[in-house]
């Protein structure tokens, strides 16, 4: 029962569940309708160019901006998650488990550990060959 119970936290760290239509169009819609016009805009393939450097820029700056516990005004490219945005370290796994689930990929605990700042997050996505 312990196995399990320390596999939980693992597993549901990998699984990635599609919202429907309906239920992104209406998150999306009452916080940002831009971004719901992205992700609809947004062909989904795994053959897509790789991510500009501006892209990345702008689609954390929207996942850090729909964070609950952030001031939209306070974030910026240079923002640092503890000092600047007033995050803790459960807010910044919160955070970078909603940058994974964005540009689709998974970031190894060791290097998620390192990601405390939107610097070194937008330095981590675009070089990522995987990032869509």
Excluded at 7 to 12: E, F, H, M, T
Excluded at 96 to 118: N, Y
């Amino acid at each position: 029962m312990a196995a399990a119970a320390a596999l939980r936290p693992a597993i549901l760290r990998r699984i990635r569940l599609s919202p429907s239509p309906a239920a992104a169009a209406g998150a999306a819609a009452a916080s940002q309708p831009n971004a719901l016009a992205r992700w609809l805009a947004r062909p989904m393939s795994s053959h897509d160019a790789h991510l500009t450097r501006d892209e990345v820029v702008d689609r954390l700056l929207d996942v850090l901006k729909c964070h609950p516990k952030v001031d939209p005004s306070k974030v910026s490219p240079e923002a640092h998650f503890e000092k600047d945005l007033g995050l803790d370290s459960l807010d910044t796994v919160e955070v970078v488990m909603a940058i994974e689930e964005e540009f689709k990929l998974e970031i190894p605990d060791q290097e998620a550990d390192k990601i405390d700042s939107l610097p070194l997050a937008i330095e981590y996505v675009a070089n990522h060959p995987m990032a869509a």
